[in-house]
């Protein structure tokens, strides 16, 4: 008995102790630009993330100090405050959940005089590479199939993985340059 509690007494130990050191010795920031490039490989604008930091006590915890989207005309989005947020316990289920939260975010949506809103823009760049990559059998009610004969398998733990997007106290700019209307939400 004293030999099991000895074992995990020195597991807890050495997961405290990581818990405390990897914060400090692995530098978040070095990930940044890989981080920005990801996301801009996947919408139709521009990202800026500034500085990060990470804490591992009880969750895996990345404090982000600002971040900025736009299109490719104007910013759609600007928060001071931000952080990502997966609990270690999701894991261990197999449900992984990560949490983005926005601290009192801005938001600005424009409709265009044809009718068009600026936030699809930000999506246009990924809908034509879907439709470039699936095909939809005319006369049928068949999802799309991938043009491709590889099938791709998702691990089960992605597939399960949840995301969860929490805006606190934003700030949303509203225009309406079709019909001339302005509002602060």
């Known amino acids: ?3 099991i509690a000895t074992v995990f007494g020195s597991i807890v130990v050495l997961l405290v102790a990581a818990m405390a050191v990897i914060p400090m010795v692995v530098d978040v920031n070095d990930y940044r630009p890989q981080l920005e490039q990801m996301v801009e490989e996947q919408i139709n604008g521009k990202i800026k993330i500034g500085k990060l930091k ?3 006590w009880g969750r895996v915890l990345i404090e982000i100090n600002g971040v900025e989207v736009k299109d490719l005309q104007t910013k759609i989005v600007s928060v001071d405050r931000a952080w990502l947020n997966i609990s270690f316990y999701s894991f261990l289920v ?10 009192q975010p801005q938001i600005w949506v424009r409709k265009n005089k044809d009718g068009k809103i600026n936030l699809l823009n930000l999506v246009e760049k990924n809908s034509s590479v879907l439709k470039e990559n699936t095909e939809v059998r005319e006369g049928s009610n068949q999802a799309p199939v991938k043009k491709d004969s590889e099938s791709v398998e998702i691990p089960s733990i992605m597939a399960k993985a949840r995301l969860s997007l929490n805006l606190n106290k934003a700030h949303v700019f509203y225009e309406d340059l079709k019909d001339s209307i302005q509002n602060d939400i």
């Open 1 to 3: 008995m004293k030999k």
């Open 54 to 56: 990470l804490s591992l």
């Open 94 to 103: 197999g449900s992984p959940h990560v949490r983005v939260e926005f601290d």
